[in-house]
């Protein structure tokens, strides 16, 4: 049996704990005024950047190990930063106080996100995790606003991950990939597609993430709606279903893991609607590049780099973009070998710039990423844009076909047979009519009779149109 501590060491020793209870509310007492006073007196901008150091000054005190995970590495988007957003909106936890709340348009669910200086403790193996939402202001330049000159700042988000030092491993090996699986899952399974627009006013000397805005992408074009050929159609398909499955291919080569497809052919053969299809069918969001907006090579860079992995590029009309016209062209007509006085120098940097991206040293940065180019006049495009290696598939958007005529008047008017479907389809073969021509007319009536009559009556119109502007050129 154990002796019982004479009173004069029990007095002892609850002073000693008394001593200890009161160090310890002594530190905690301190450290909430020290969190008052931050949020009283240090402006906003500045909290998260105090704060960070007195949690930092803490750590070194202590036997805790803190990672921090910032938003960018350079150029380019950390994953492990994204994945933890994504992850620890599942994750609050009661010590958790503020979270931020969102709701898209068009979206039912709503979406849920810490908000900053925000804590939520996690657990695996036994192991207690704290992660903290942070955030600092850094300056990004100066700027000059009617005369007067200021420091521009922009705002630089990370997350710390606090525990015990002596499980780093474990979090390294096990803990950190398994966030960044589970945030894959999350995210496939409530993604909702997106449409970027190039943020030019914010482009230059601001964060990455605020080179591209966004809109919900709600395109209900699909491979079975397309007005396409069918062997074209599964061509595309086949050829998109082949490369998501590559990865380890195109390391293996060492080519960069994306695909270029140029969708050529007249206005309203359906270019916009395959990009949409490619993208609904893939569960890939758009980039939509205005390359009109640029002014520098740097500019492009930051704005592709920005560019999220599983994802499709477009860049819409190329041939009305000056700085991708056919210089070789330009040059036989000016009669030199160089390029001719006058030609502006940033557009041929932006052509190099852009070319570099498309299969130079930039193209490595991402992965799973298909670029598309769309043109109605493929013969006006600089040749270095079509070689092998940059445009990897060409694929010809034509007039509508009967195939063509068939799908559409099952999806606008319900019916797959009529008794004028074969005066249409034979006029078709010979019109040279647009599948966006015959979706308007189709489009004219809610009544299959009525709506087939004026498409017989378009045609015919249609074709004596064109034979007339024929001989009118024959006279010319």
């Known amino acids: 049996m ?22 310890a509310a002594s530190v905690t007492a301190a450290v909430v005024v020290v969190q008052s006073a931050v949020h009283t007196i240090v402006p906003r901008r500045f909290r998260g950047f105090l704060l960070s150091r007195i949690r930092g000054f803490l750590g070194r005190v202590s036997d805790e190990m803190t990672m921090v995970i910032k938003e960018y590495d350079g150029f380019v988007q950390n994953e492990l930063f ?4 994504v992850f620890l909106a599942a994750k609050q936890s009661p010590s958790t106080r503020r979270i931020r709340v969102t709701k898209p348009r068009k979206e039912t669910h709503f979406t849920l996100a810490i908000d900053r200086n925000q804590a939520v403790v996690d657990t695996f193996r036994g192991v207690e995790l704290k992660w903290v939402f942070a955030s600092r202001q850094v300056d990004s330049g100066h700027r000059v606003h009617q005369g007067r000159s200021s420091t521009a700042q922009h705002e630089v988000q990370y997350f710390e991950l606090t525990f015990c030092k002596k499980h780093k491993e474990m979090v390294l090996e096990s803990y950190l990939p398994l966030v960044i699986g589970e945030a894959k899952s999350i995210k496939q399974g409530k993604k909702t597609l997106k449409l970027h627009t190039p943020s030019f006013g914010r482009v230059y000397g601001g964060p990455l993430s605020d080179a591209w805005a966004s809109v919900n992408l709600d395109h209900p074009a699909t491979f079975e709606t397309l007005a396409m050929d069918l062997e074209l159609k599964k061509t595309i398909v086949d050829d998109l279903e082949r490369f998501v499955r590559r990865k380890e291919y195109y390391r293996r080569v060492g080519k960069a893991w994306k695909r270029g497809y140029l969708l050529y052919g007249p206005p309203g053969t359906g ?16 980039y939509d590049l205005e390359l009109s907006g640029l002014r520098s090579d740097s500019e492009l860079r930051r704005l592709l780099v920005a560019t999220g992995n599983q994802s499709i590029l477009v860049v819409e009309d190329i041939d009305c973009t000056i ?9 036989r007509a000016a009669g030199v070998n160089t390029m001719p006085i006058g030609y502006p120098q940033e557009d041929r940097g932006t052509l190099s710039g852009f070319l570099n991206f498309t299969d130079g040293l930039w193209s490595s940065c991402g992965d799973e990423r298909i670029i598309v180019f769309t043109t109605n006049h493929k013969e006006k495009l600089d040749p ?12 010809h958007m034509s007039y509508c076909t009967p195939c063509g005529f068939r799908l559409l008047a099952s999806n606008y008017l319900r019916i797959d047979s009529h008794e004028l479907f074969d005066q249409i389809e034979s006029s078709i073969t010979t019109a040279r009519v647009t599948p966006a021509e015959v979706a308007e007319q189709l489009m004219k009536s809610d009544e299959p009779e009525v709506a087939l009559r004026d498409m017989v009556s378009f045609l015919v119109n249609h074709k004596r ?3 007339e502007e024929v001989v009118e050129e024959e006279v010319c």
């Open 384 to 395: 270095a844009l079509l070689r092998p290696g940059r445009m990897d598939v060409h694929i």
């Open 2 to 23: 154990a002796a019982t501590p004479s009173p004069p060491d029990f007095k002892n020793a609850v002073a000693a704990a008394r001593a200890v209870m009161s160090a």
């Open 271 to 286: 270019k916009s609607s395959l990009v949409a299809a490619m993208a609904n069918y893939l569960n890939f969001d758009i």
């Open 465 to 467: 149109k064109e034979n």
């Open 323 to 331: 700085m991708l016209q056919d210089r070789t062209s330009q040059i």
């Open 82 to 85: 994204e994945a933890a957003q």
